[in-house]
């Protein structure tokens, strides 16, 4: 679809942007035919700052979206975004105050809050280092102490899954079938990880594999692509999982996103909402 309306969209945040960024990126999602500039105003927390980041502001106008908590460097950026004639919506307050309301507590004015490096941020970093050393069918020895494995065939997903889930707290090995050689034996061992298949279709697969090929610039058709080849190396998997009995999810349809979604939903019913990191 051809791009049709280009706007400007300024994130200024008094931490690091990050829930900014994510909020502006589903929003976005929800739109097709625009370009958007985004431009993003981190660790701003002083007013002098403030008005450096609102003269690029006033070069480039554009919808503002904010996290400052401040309420006095809300006020000024409000009243001169109000003066230039634009739109400054405060990102989070609907909720804070949704949240306020059922606590019955009043927010901590503290910039940042939510990064604050508490248990669940070690967890986090530990299991991404854990998940960074197991990829790729790497460190089979260690497999018994990761939460997740995840196990499917060539270019299912496997490692930008596992590191998804690595960011959500999960340590995540994942180990790819390979059709000329046997399952690693290890796998039939695993007793305490949640193990789960990734699977495709024939067509996306092959889609995939070849793209792949031409960005390494090597031939696209190759036994890699061959059809039938792939259909059998598929068949082979699922007849894999389904001897183990092994959850199976279809990435075909879904993003990274969807498809780490339904593993933490297996984790969950297997083990308890206790053991989630948030």
Not at 6 to 17: F, K, P, Q, V
Not at 103 to 111: A, E, L, N, S, Y
Not at 166 to 175: E, S
Not at 176 to 186: E, F, K, N, Q, R
Request: proline letters at 6%.
């Amino acid at each position: 679809m051809p791009v049709s309306q280009r706007i400007h969209l300024h994130l200024l945040s008094d931490s690091t942007g990050e829930t900014l960024e994510m909020i502006a990126k589903a929003g976005l999602a929800q739109f097709e035919g625009v370009e958007t500039a985004k431009h993003f105003w981190p660790m701003v927390r002083t007013e002098g700052h403030l008005d450096r980041v609102l003269g690029e502001v006033a070069e480039r106008p554009g919808l503002v979206l904010y996290t400052i908590v401040n309420p006095a460097l809300r006020d000024h950026l409000e009243a001169r975004c109000r003066v230039m004639g634009l739109q400054a919506i405060a990102a989070l307050d609907p909720v804070v105050h949704a949240l306020s309301g059922v606590i019955g507590k009043p927010m901590v004015m503290r910039p940042g809050r939510q990064h604050v490096m508490d248990e669940a941020y070690f967890a986090r970093v530990d299991a991404i280092h854990y998940t960074i050393a197991h990829d790729d069918g790497v460190g089979p020895d260690g497999w018994e102490q990761a939460d997740i494995v995840l196990v499917g065939v060539s270019r299912t997903s496997k490692t930008p899954t596992s590191i998804y889930l690595a960011n959500r707290g999960f340590k995540t090995a994942n180990v790819p079938l390979v059709p000329t050689s046997p399952p690693p034996a290890a796998l039939a061992e695993l007793r305490a990880p949640l193990v789960v298949g990734l699977t495709t279709n024939n067509d996306r697969l092959i889609a995939v594999r070849r793209n792949r090929l031409l960005a390494m610039n090597q031939a696209p058709e190759t036994d890699y692509v061959d059809p039938e080849l792939v259909a059998t190396e598929l068949a082979m998997a699922r007849r894999l999982f389904a001897d183990r009995g092994w959850p199976v999810i279809d990435v075909s349809r879904r993003s990274i996103e969807e498809s780490a979604s339904a593993i933490i939903s297996l984790y969950e019913a297997r083990y308890g909402e206790e053991k989630l990191v948030s």
